[in-house]
């Protein structure tokens, strides 16, 4: 798209790309006076949809709305719910996801139901004793619009509440409505593709690793490839963002999580994340998570730290062990970013000097989980080389790559 947007075209792609039922409705409530007002806007970055507000509101004035929102839910620096709510729009309450509305919860936490402070709606947790939204939550809902950004990993878990959210929809038959948001990693795609048996809130789908699409364009993957339970379809809106294709880079200016809290952690994060599923720390408990990697029996790193209990991270992993590793940082991260790959080097590395002295992966299985099958683990304890281990990918990401054209908004 040029830089140049009119609200015209923005309009034509929201109708392009709604699916599902019982949308054509929403889209016949505009007017063509509306559809064809208002100028040009000069645009000169990648706009989230939800900046463009005031054409969606239209979408949901006069309905009883809920929210799938947290601290990345801005609109031009304001809270999407206040937006809404001094907009007239009828907000019943809040789904908040992992680290909680407003993104301050500790890495695994689990978050209670609670009541919003400043506007005294009701936040259900969807990271407690409930991952899907419950049919009471629902009931007399018209609409529930999901808004949240995304870093476009497997294992980060917004896509799973994003699962929950449309199949708890699809059953109860409201609407949702996705407010899509740039991919920070972009049309990055590598990785191990998930098998069904390892299927979990760390990964939900047949997915590789890193997956190259928007939260919108995943919304309607899952509704396109019958992924939702009993295959049903919810009834989906994605509203496209502007001035943004899948190779324009796009900065968080919000912090995604608490232990995501800078561009180079989030370019490192599919690497080293990986680790959680190990003996070795990636940095929970430091002010530099996953920008960092570390064991007390790791002899080649000349950098140390040890983990401490705050607020990203109440009980991190080697607590109070004094930790020797590496530090990855800006650099790495750029040059990781700039080769469009999963760095399996690190993790080979790590595997080689620590194995030899105690075990490397958990016996949790979490490392088959963060995966995706048990093949990777397998692979680095057979000692295949890193080419070994990416040639065994690339028939699985050649399919994944031609059913993820099918669900595209934007250019690669």
């Given at each position: 798209?040029s830089?140049k947007?009119?609200?015209?075209?923005?309009?034509?792609?929201?109708?392009?790309?709604?699916?599902?039922?019982?949308?054509?409705?929403?889209?016949?409530?505009?007017?063509?006076?509306?559809?064809m007002?208002?100028?040009?806007?000069?645009?000169?970055?990648?706009?989230?949809a939800?900046e463009?507000?005031?054409?969606?509101?239209?979408?949901?004035?006069?309905?009883?709305v809920?929210l799938?929102?947290?601290?990345?839910?801005?609109?031009?620096?304001?809270?999407?719910?206040?937006?809404?709510?001094?907009?007239?729009?009828?907000?019943?309450?809040?789904?908040?996801?992992?680290h909680?509305?407003?993104?301050?919860?500790?890495?695994?936490?689990?978050?209670?139901?609670?009541?919003?402070?400043?506007?005294?709606?009701?936040?259900?947790?969807?990271y407690g004793?409930?991952?899907?939204?419950?049919?009471?939550?629902?009931?007399?809902?018209?609409?529930?619009?999901?808004?949240?950004?995304?870093?476009?990993?497997?294992?980060?878990?917004?896509?799973?509440?994003?699962?929950?959210?449309?199949?708890?929809?699809?059953?109860?038959?409201?609407?949702?409505?996705?407010?899509?948001?740039?991919n920070?990693?972009?049309?990055?795609?590598d990785?191990?593709?998930?098998?069904?048996?390892?299927?979990?809130?760390?990964?939900?789908?047949?997915?590789?690793?890193?997956?190259?699409?928007?939260?919108?364009?995943?919304?309607?993957?899952?509704?396109?490839?019958?992924?939702?339970?009993?295959?049903?379809?919810?009834?989906?809106?994605?509203?496209p963002?502007?001035?943004?294709?899948?190779?324009?880079?796009?900065?968080?200016?919000?912090p995604?999580?608490?232990?995501l809290?800078?561009?180079?952690?989030?370019y490192?994060?599919?690497?080293?994340?990986?680790?959680?599923?190990?003996?070795?720390?990636?940095?929970?408990?430091?002010?530099?998570?996953?920008?960092?990697?570390?064991?007390?029996?790791?002899?080649v790193?000349?950098?140390?730290?040890?983990p401490?209990?705050?607020?990203?991270?109440?009980?991190?992993?080697?607590?109070?062990?004094?930790?020797?590793?590496?530090?990855?940082g800006?650099?790495?991260?750029?040059?990781?970013?700039?080769s469009?790959?999963?760095?399996?080097?690190?993790?080979?590395?790590y595997?080689?000097?620590?194995?030899?002295?105690?075990?490397?992966?958990l016996e949790?299985?979490?490392?088959?989980?963060?995966?995706?099958?048990?093949?990777?683990?397998?692979?680095i304890e057979?000692?295949?080389?890193?080419?070994?281990?990416?040639?065994?990918?690339?028939?699985?990401?050649?399919?994944?790559?031609?059913?993820r054209?099918?669900y595209?908004?934007?250019?690669?």
């Open positions: 798209m830089a947007c009119t609200i015209k075209l923005w309009m034509s792609a929201l109708l392009l790309f709604s699916c599902g039922t019982g949308l054509q409705s929403n889209a016949e409530q505009m007017s063509t006076a509306q559809l007002e208002t100028s040009e806007v000069a645009v000169s970055r990648p706009i989230p939800a463009h507000l005031e054409n969606i509101l239209p979408l949901i004035h006069g309905k009883r809920a799938v929102a947290n601290q990345t839910s801005l609109v031009n620096g304001v809270h999407l719910v206040d937006t809404l709510l001094s907009s007239g729009i009828d907000i019943s309450h809040v789904y908040a996801p992992e909680g509305f407003r993104g301050d919860q500790a890495d695994g936490a689990r978050i209670s139901d609670e009541t919003d402070q400043k506007t005294g709606l009701k936040l259900y947790s969807l004793k409930s991952k899907k939204p419950t049919e009471a939550s629902l009931a007399g809902i018209d609409v529930v619009v999901f808004d949240i950004q995304d870093v476009g990993v497997r294992f980060y878990t917004f896509i799973s509440s994003l699962h929950y959210v449309m199949e708890a929809c699809a059953e109860q038959g409201v609407e949702v409505i996705v407010l899509d948001r740039p920070p990693l972009g049309n990055t795609i990785g191990p593709v998930l098998k069904p048996k390892f299927s979990s809130f760390v990964g939900m789908h047949p997915v590789p690793l890193i997956y190259g699409m928007t939260i919108g364009e995943y919304a309607l993957m899952i509704n396109g490839e019958g992924w939702l339970k009993d295959k049903r379809k919810a009834i989906l809106m994605v509203i963002c502007l001035d943004y294709n899948h190779q324009k880079e796009y900065v968080l200016t919000v995604p999580s608490p232990n809290p800078n561009q180079a952690s989030i490192l994060y599919p690497s080293l994340a990986l680790f959680e599923g190990t003996v070795v720390s990636v940095g929970r408990g430091t002010d530099h998570p996953f920008e960092i990697a570390g064991h007390p029996d790791f002899s790193g000349s950098y140390s730290f040890t401490e209990p705050n607020q990203g991270s109440i009980d991190p992993p080697l607590k109070g062990k004094q930790c020797f590793g590496l530090f990855f800006p650099e790495r991260a750029a040059l990781v970013h700039e469009k790959e999963l760095d399996l080097s690190i993790v080979l590395l595997y080689k000097v620590i194995s030899s002295k105690k075990m490397f992966f949790s299985g979490f490392f088959d989980l963060l995966a995706g099958s048990d093949e990777l683990r397998k692979q057979s000692g295949k080389t890193e080419s070994e281990i990416r040639a065994s990918w690339q028939k699985d990401l050649v399919f994944f790559k031609e059913k054209a099918k595209l908004i934007y250019q690669d």
